[in-house]
């Protein structure tokens, strides 16, 4: 029964990782998609030209998911905690 619950929670903390790293992965590549359209429309083959606004898009969502990731990381770790004698012995 620990293999199990052991396994289990390593999958939800996989899947954890994943949602809150997916929001600034999307913001980052829409961004960089949009950005890439413009420099290509204008011609304007500036290398530096993505980093500014993917860096300020990524600020403005983090801050916006910090309240939501911060509840879903306290909620795994009070599992977490609360498994970890059963998984253990």
Known sequence: MGAVLAAEL???AVMLTLMA???LL???LVVG???TLLQ???QLQEQ?????????TMAVIFVMVLPWLIRQ???FL??????????GG
Not at 78 to 87: C, E, F, Y
């Open 73 to 75: 990381l306290t909620e």
């Open 26 to 28: 999307v913001a980052a």
């Open 78 to 87: 009070v599992v977490a905690l609360q498994t970890l004698p059963t998984v």
């Open 48 to 56: 530096t030209l993505t980093f500014l606004p993917k860096l300020v």
């Open 40 to 42: 290509a429309v204008t």
């Open 33 to 35: 998609l949009l950005v």
């Open 10 to 12: 390593i999958r939800k």
């Open 21 to 23: 790293s997916a929001p």
